[in-house]
């Protein structure tokens, strides 16, 4: 398989997931106080907002790979 087929799979793929989830979540642990064997953390929860243009231009993109791809042959 060429290398600009296979990207432009990739990045519709990528697409794809960013149409389907909107937003990753992740938890991250902070330290909150350290002193000697004392140690007191937090777990938080932060979000990463994906927007609907972006996976709507991975897929545009990838479709334009694809067909780039395939003009090459």
Known sequence: MKPLTLAGILL????VFALAYPAI????????????PIEA????????????????AAIAGGIIMLAAGAKRS
């Open 12 to 15: 519709i793929l990528l697409g």
């Open 25 to 36: 979540s992740f938890t991250s642990e902070e330290k909150i106080l350290d002193i000697g």
């Open 41 to 56: 953390t937090k777990e938080e929860t932060k979000t990463v907002p994906l927007p609907p243009l972006l996976g709507g």
